[in-house]
């Protein structure tokens, strides 16, 4: 299983970026796709998640992300995005995506066993 996630950079607050992570290897369907960050000196926080699935999906999303950021699912490209909106200086922190063989959206970190390279977000206030 091979995660490539991309599309990080530095945005202003109050703007928008959309991450991306290319998924391959093997079959993803009905797994959980999920975003982690690290902010500098902080511990891993999740962020979002969604079962894979081609006619049910769900998704998780952290309080701090609700009402901002939004998880979605290409199948047919193998690819999971995470758009983000209405950046806060707060949201600054290299951004992972991450596979869970489970069919349970889960949030904590160790329950993801695969990862992509993180891409860094900087929010200037």
């Known amino acids: 299983v091979q995660l490539q996630a991309s599309g990080g950079g530095l945005v202003q607050a109050g703007g928008s970026l959309r991450l991306s992570c290319a998924a391959s290897g093997q079959t993803f369907s009905n797994y959980v796709m999920g975003w982690f960050r690290q902010a500098p000196g902080k511990e891993h926080e999740f962020v979002a998640a969604?079962?894979?699935?081609?006619?049910?999906?769900?998704?998780t999303y952290a309080n701090s992300a609700k009402g901002r950021f939004t998880i979605s699912i290409d199948n047919p490209k193998n690819m999971v995005y995470l758009q983000m909106n209405s950046l806060k200086p707060e949201d600054t922190a290299v951004y992972s995506c991450?596979?869970?063989?489970?069919?349970?959206?889960?949030?904590?970190?160790?329950?993801?066993?695969?990862w992509g390279q993180g891409t860094l977000v900087t929010v200037s206030s």
């Open positions: 969604m079962r894979w699935g081609w006619r049910c999906s769900a998704t």
């Open positions: 991450a596979l869970d063989l489970s069919t349970v959206i889960r949030t904590e970190r160790s329950s993801y066993a695969y």
